[in-house]
């Protein structure tokens, strides 16, 4: 049985992942500073109470298994001093010890483009945060010419069952039977989603077949207007209520908010297209490959509060 070690089991990806790789077979191990945010299926002899900016722990972590899933994320207005410190150690444990180490990418290496965007095409960054993912992905990539092999999946907005701190859970709220979603965009925009069961499940399946040292996959994703949510909801028997999104409010709170001052520089997403284009990992799993239509994700997401 192979084993993965999860750094980031409390986040999106990292909680995601994690069952992904339990249901194909794989044995969890998780570190995390504060063991009592474990998942309750994780037993107590597979969580690892360390810090994950200490590379001696994570060495220690990381002993015996064989692919480390690289969940973290820093605080949104403290990418520019956490992003590259906090995956520094992973990548060092990754070389010594001559391990996979999985990364979840997004579209911020890339400018807005009509095309959808496959993996060869150049990175582009327009935004602070998109040099800073390049950086990482830059830095991911000479881990693999030290002794590490590195798998990034890219991916866009997620989607999820139980997700927390998502555009979603602030663009969807359902009260007294009724739906409404604020858009941050036009009706003519295509903004790009990943629902993250078929992402984790994808990406799951992809870790059994051969891949090179350096190997780079998109996830399909959701390419979505105002109309297909529309659409999906209709298919439900559900009417949804439609508004825009008081970006004007992000604007009045910005200076006094690190956080949302980081978000409106990434305003742009909301603007222009940025998809990635998934017919790589289509092809490299013909069987295996899982893709939940718009309509059936909306049954599995937050019930109304």
């Known amino acids: 049985m192979k084993t993965a070690l999860i750094l980031g089991i409390t986040g ?23 063991p009592s945010k474990a998942p309750q299926w994780l037993g107590k002899q597979h969580i690892l109470v360390a810090d994950a900016l200490d590379e001696p722990q994570v ?37 010594r010890l001559g391990l996979r180490l999985l990364f979840p990418g997004n579209v ?16 582009q960054p327009v935004s602070d945060k998109g040099a800073i ?25 997620f989607i999820g069952p139980n997700t927390h701190l998502s555009w979603l859970d602030m663009l969807i709220k359902r009260k007294h039977g009724k739906t409404t979603m604020a ?28 891949q090179a040292n350096f190997e780079v996959w998109h996830d399909p994703g959701l390419a979505l207007t105002a109309e297909h949510w529309q659409q999906a909801f209709a298919a439900n028997g559900q009417t949804l209520n439609t508004r825009k999104f008081a970006w004007w409010g992000l604007v009045l709170m910005a200076p006094f908010v690190p956080t949302i001052k980081e978000v ?42």
């Not at 999106?12 to 504060?34: S, T, V």
């Not at 009706?187 to 992402?199: G, I, R, T």
């Open 183 to 210: 858009f941050p965009h036009n009706n003519q925009h295509v903004h790009y989603w990943s629902y993250l069961p078929d992402l984790c499940h994808n990406t799951a399946k992809l870790m059994a077949i051969p």
């Open 133 to 157: 993912r390049v950086a990482m992905e830059q830095r991911l990539k000479l881990a693999t010419q030290r002794g590490a092999l590195v798998t990034i999946v890219r991916a866009g907005d």
């Open 12 to 34: 999106n990806f990292g909680l995601q992942m994690a069952l992904a790789l339990k249901a194909e077979g794989w044995q969890i191990k998780a570190l995390i500073r504060d």
């Open 264 to 305: 409106l520089k990434m305003r742009y997403l909301w603007q222009q297209p940025v998809v990635l284009d998934g017919e790589k990992m289509k092809r490299a799993l013909p069987q295996g490959f899982q893709a939940t239509p718009l309509a059936s994700i909306l049954t599995q997401l937050q019930p109304e509060t």
């Open 59 to 95: 060495a220690a972590a990381a002993s015996g298994v064989d692919l480390i899933v690289y969940g973290l994320n820093p605080a949104y207005h403290r990418w520019h001093s956490d992003a590259m410190k906090l995956l520094e150690p992973s990548i060092t444990v990754a070389e």
């Open 108 to 123: 911020y290496n890339f400018s807005p483009c009509e095309q959808r965007i496959t993996e060869s095409q150049g990175m």
